[in-house]
């Protein structure tokens, strides 16, 4: 799974395509720039370019031990926030993923334990299982994942509240796996919170490895006022 993370950077463009309750769909898009650094540590930075509403928002994660940092900046409110481990599980950008979320969608959690659970077939692939708990800093109780055994791209996430019930669940058709510079990813993946019957299904438009992307794009300091390059085809 680590060898799918990039040698250096990695810039991607995403949209986001959310349905409420009432099929109310609402779409965003989002640059997505990941560097790693020289201790194998990674900073990931999200931009919003639409809609007008959250134009020039930006999500900052710094990869840390034992818990990562991680910063918003509205343009409304016009100062970076640092998000803390009370509202980790709230929504980013009014869609169905949580900073947490997003967290382990670019692989930058914290060390996290886990338990390889009998080996199963997921939609005719051979797929490893993992559980973990990821504690009470963490918005869920448990997270199950079924990872696919040639891309080691989890096709299923299950991911459970505080209840033990399953609050949300994540997966990837496997005809949606892309291999490209070295790295397989899912270029389009479906989120489903089972309590507020909401979804968002997020598709990567365009995908860049090795982009060079300068370290103030990462810095908490200039999140706000650092040019975001742009990601060519």
Not at 18 to 37: G, H, I, M, P
Not at 167 to 190: C, H
Not at 202 to 214: A, C, D, E, Y
Request: aromatic share 10%; hydrophobic share 35%; proline share 4%.
């Amino acid at each position: 799974m680590k060898q799918n993370l990039p040698a250096s950077t990695l810039a991607q463009t995403i949209r986001l395509r959310t349905r409420d309750r009432s099929n109310y769909e609402s779409v965003l898009q989002a640059n997505v720039y990941l560097k790693r650094d020289d201790d194998d540590s990674f900073r990931v930075m999200m931009h919003f370019s639409e809609p007008v509403d959250v134009r020039g928002a930006r999500f900052l994660i710094v990869q840390k031990q034992p818990q990562n940092d991680m910063f918003i900046y509205m343009p409304g409110l016009f100062k970076v926030r640092r998000i803390t481990s009370k509202n980790i599980s709230s929504s980013v950008m009014g869609t169905d993923f949580s900073y947490e979320d997003f967290e382990r969608l670019h692989g930058v959690l914290a060390d996290l334990q886990a338990e390889q659970e009998a080996d199963e077939i997921l939609s005719g692939r051979p797929v490893y299982v993992l559980t973990s708990y990821p504690g009470s800093d963490s918005g869920y109780e448990k997270i199950t994942s079924y990872i696919d055994k040639e891309s080691c791209i989890s096709l299923k996430t299950d991911l459970y509240g505080n209840n033990g019930q399953l609050r949300k669940q994540m997966t990837v058709d496997a005809a949606n796996l892309q291999y490209r510079d070295g790295i397989w990813f899912p270029s389009e993946l479906l989120m489903k919170d089972f309590r507020d019957k909401t979804e968002t299904s997020l598709k990567v438009t365009n995908l860049v490895n090795g982009m060079q992307l300068p370290d103030t794009l990462f810095d908490e300091q200039q999140l706000k006022r650092t040019e975001i390059p742009a990601i060519s085809p």
